[in-house]
């Protein structure tokens, strides 16, 4: 049957020590007997309302317990999880609902109004369950406090598969959010794969709950962007799913100096940022209060999604010398491409990648790049690999592929191989920069901006030119009382990157030119360089 998440949790939980925390939420604790209990009791009310085997559970809410709670009663009650963007208006998440064919939504009260105003063109949802109100509730849906606590808690008698849904929409670069479909199996092995290298791990669920049983409570993590986000969801889930702790923060967005409170609190093992977006930040602050926070419970640092420069990461190990920084290189479509790792006095250049054993690079006619050739190519990875994108045959057909027999995921991620076989990431093709027929990644140029002491973040865009086609463009948020110098910032970059690379112009701007998850928005950042041109 394989592996499935339901039953994962139904092994797991009772193996924890029930006193055990599995969440912790600013002064709310709540331990593992409580968690099983409810997550039980939800389980069996979303069945008890209509809910069959595949359909979807869409969650609508910033960071907090009842965010996994939920994804852990969808999973035993065989439902697809579907996550929702909530810095999406109001029609966006009706797309979401709509696209995914959700059956069942569970929000925070927070978003009531939005979800009060799509509501009559989701004919589709049958139940919708509000987290968090206080008060009276919506008047169309049910307390989650109240359907977590009505039952007796146990174990549902149901028998899951491995086949079994999980979608993870993904907003990509262009075109409308795809829901990536994954099966349980296949993403619990992408999990596992890393930890086989290192030795035996637990294959059956008798011996994962005896395991457990052995060592006690799994880690404690901290998930500091979005879980509705794949790097936060998927760090999330591996810690719940291991028996640990999952702790969230409660600013509505990223606040450094709580990030470090609750460090020193509340201690995790492991922390989970989004590049230099959440880390460069973290740094700062760092460098502000030395010696403030007691860190040394943080044994591994997690990014994915975004750039981690060398700058940035050397600061952090300053101040965390015993941690490991595992900076990943994967997408909701490809997990596991590559992996950056590391510790104080063993440095790695920034997009410096060891290539997955799953991964492969072709060239534009599909075949393999040698390694020190110098040629750029699309990074492609093989099974497991995910099902498809929900209701797009076409753009399922386009990312994967198969090629010489085998079926690829192939997201649009380009790079270098080097000739010691590591790869240098290059950027995502879809963003790529055509400037007088040379091809310019602005991630590449984006980096060399950030190395500027004036410059906090920066993102690079093509604008259409006469001249060059498209004009390599940037925009940049500038460091506390730093000005613009655009002919030294032109400079820095020239130093480090060919000259048609070098952005044409620069701008600054103090908007925020990205998502809550630390990623790119490059439509936002054009239309402020645009804006800027005329």
Same mark, same amino acid.
């Given at each position: 049957m394989g592996w499935n998440f339901g039953d994962i949790l139904d092994a797991v939980g009772p193996a924890v020590p029930q006193d055990a925390p599995a969440f912790i939420h600013g002064e709310r604790v709540i331990n593992w007997g409580e968690a099983n209990r409810q997550t039980n009791n939800l389980a069996r009310a979303m069945i008890a309302r209509g809910s069959q085997p595949g359909d979807k559970i869409a969650i609508y809410m910033r960071n907090r317990p009842e965010y996994l709670m939920a994804v852990a009663a969808g999973w035993k009650a065989r439902?697809?999880?579907?996550?929702?963007?909530?810095?999406?208006?109001? +029609?966006?998440?009706?797309?979401?609902? *709509? @696209?995914?064919?959700?059956?069942?939504?569970?929000?925070?009260?927070?978003?009531?109004?939005?979800?009060?105003?799509?509501?009559?063109?989701?004919?589709?949802?049958?139940?919708?369950?509000?987290?968090?109100? +206080?008060?009276?509730?919506?008047?169309? &849906?049910? #307390?989650?406090?109240?359907?977590?606590?009505?039952?007796?808690?146990?174990?549902?008698?149901?028998?899951? #598969?491995?086949?079994?849904?999980?979608?993870?929409?993904?907003?990509?670069?262009?075109?409308?959010?795809?829901?990536?479909?994954?099966? %349980?199996? *296949?993403?619990?092995?992408?999990?596992?794969?890393? &930890?086989?290298?290192?030795?035996?791990?637990?294959?059956?669920?008798?011996?994962?709950? $005896? &395991?457990?049983?052995?060592?006690?409570?799994? $880690?404690?993590?901290?998930?500091?962007?979005?879980?509705?986000?794949?790097?936060?969801?998927?760090? /999330?889930?591996?810690?719940m799913l291991a028996g640990g702790c999952i702790i969230t923060l409660e600013a509505p967005s990223f606040d450094p100096v709580e990030l470090l409170q609750v460090i020193d609190r509340h201690k995790p093992q492991t922390l989970v940022l989004v590049g230099d977006s959440f880390a460069k930040p973290l740094l700062n602050t760092l460098n502000a209060n030395p010696g403030k926070y007691d860190l040394s419970s943080v044994m591994v640092i997690v990014s994915s999604g975004v750039m981690w420069s060398l700058e940035?990461? +050397?600061?952090?190990?300053? %101040?965390?010398?015993?941690?490991?920084? @595992?900076?990943?290189?994967?997408?909701?479509?490809?997990?596991?491409?590559?992996?950056?790792?590391?510790?104080?006095?063993?440095?790695?250049?920034? &997009?410096?990648?060891?290539?997955?054993?799953?991964?492969?690079?072709? *060239?534009?006619?599909? +075949?393999?790049?040698?390694?020190?050739? /110098?040629?750029?190519?699309?990074?492609?990875? /093989?099974?497991?690999?995910?099902?498809?994108?929900?209701? *797009?045959?076409?753009?399922?057909?386009?990312?994967?592929?198969?090629?010489?027999?085998?079926?690829?995921?192939i997201p649009g991620d380009w790079c270098i191989v080097e000739a010691d076989g590591t790869l240098t990431l290059l950027g995502r093709g879809s963003a790529c920069i055509n400037t007088a027929g040379e091809k310019v990644f602005p991630e590449e140029v984006e980096e060399a901006l950030k190395t500027h002491p004036s410059v906090e973040d920066a993102l690079v865009v093509g604008l259409p030119d006469e001249k060059w086609g498209q004009a390599v463009t940037g925009v940049v948020r500038l460091t506390e009382g730093a000005s613009l110098d655009e002919a030294a910032l032109r400079a820095h970059v020239r130093q480090a990157l060919a000259g048609y690379k070098t952005p044409k112009r620069i701008f600054a701007t103090t908007q925020v030119m990205r998502a809550s998850n630390g990623k790119a928005d490059y439509p936002v950042a054009k239309q402020i360089a645009e804006a800027a041109m005329t």
């Amino acid at each position: 049957m394989g592996w499935n998440f339901g039953d994962i949790l139904d092994a797991v939980g009772p193996a924890v020590p029930q006193d055990a925390p599995a969440f912790i939420h600013g002064e709310r604790v709540i331990n593992w007997g409580e968690a099983n209990r409810q997550t039980n009791n939800l389980a069996r009310a979303m069945i008890a309302r209509g809910s069959q085997p595949g359909d979807k559970i869409a969650i609508y809410m910033r960071n907090r317990p009842e965010y996994l709670m939920a994804v852990a009663a969808g999973w035993k009650a065989r439902l697809t999880h579907v996550n929702v963007n909530y810095r999406y208006t109001p +029609q966006e998440v009706w797309y979401i609902f *709509d @696209n995914s064919d959700a059956q069942t939504v569970v929000y925070s009260s927070e978003f009531r109004d939005a979800v009060t105003e799509i509501r009559p063109r989701l004919p589709g949802v049958k139940t919708w369950i509000e987290v968090g109100a +206080q008060g009276d509730i919506a008047p169309f &849906a049910e #307390s989650f406090d109240t359907l977590a606590h009505e039952g007796n808690g146990g174990p549902l008698d149901i028998v899951r #598969s491995g086949d079994d849904q999980f979608f993870i929409y993904t907003g990509g670069t262009t075109g409308m959010p795809k829901g990536v479909m994954w099966t %349980h199996h *296949d993403l619990r092995e992408n999990t596992l794969a890393p &930890a086989r290298l290192m030795g035996p791990v637990p294959e059956t669920l008798e011996e994962l709950a $005896a &395991a457990i049983r052995a060592a006690g409570p799994g $880690a404690r993590a901290l998930p500091a962007p979005p879980l509705m986000h794949g790097t936060g969801l998927l760090t /999330g889930m591996g810690a719940m799913l291991a028996g640990g702790c999952i702790i969230t923060l409660e600013a509505p967005s990223f606040d450094p100096v709580e990030l470090l409170q609750v460090i020193d609190r509340h201690k995790p093992q492991t922390l989970v940022l989004v590049g230099d977006s959440f880390a460069k930040p973290l740094l700062n602050t760092l460098n502000a209060n030395p010696g403030k926070y007691d860190l040394s419970s943080v044994m591994v640092i997690v990014s994915s999604g975004v750039m981690w420069s060398l700058e940035v990461k +050397q600061g952090l190990l300053e %101040h965390m010398p015993t941690a490991i920084l @595992n900076d990943a290189f994967s997408s909701s479509e490809a997990l596991g491409m590559g992996v950056s790792v590391m510790a104080k006095g063993a440095e790695v250049q920034t &997009a410096k990648f060891m290539l997955g054993g799953r991964c492969r690079v072709f *060239d534009d006619n599909d +075949q393999p790049v040698a390694p020190g050739s /110098g040629v750029p190519g699309i990074v492609a990875i /093989g099974p497991p690999i995910p099902v498809g994108y929900y209701k *797009d045959e076409e753009k399922s057909a386009r990312t994967f592929r198969v090629i010489d027999g085998v079926r690829y995921s192939i997201p649009g991620d380009w790079c270098i191989v080097e000739a010691d076989g590591t790869l240098t990431l290059l950027g995502r093709g879809s963003a790529c920069i055509n400037t007088a027929g040379e091809k310019v990644f602005p991630e590449e140029v984006e980096e060399a901006l950030k190395t500027h002491p004036s410059v906090e973040d920066a993102l690079v865009v093509g604008l259409p030119d006469e001249k060059w086609g498209q004009a390599v463009t940037g925009v940049v948020r500038l460091t506390e009382g730093a000005s613009l110098d655009e002919a030294a910032l032109r400079a820095h970059v020239r130093q480090a990157l060919a000259g048609y690379k070098t952005p044409k112009r620069i701008f600054a701007t103090t908007q925020v030119m990205r998502a809550s998850n630390g990623k790119a928005d490059y439509p936002v950042a054009k239309q402020i360089a645009e804006a800027a041109m005329t």
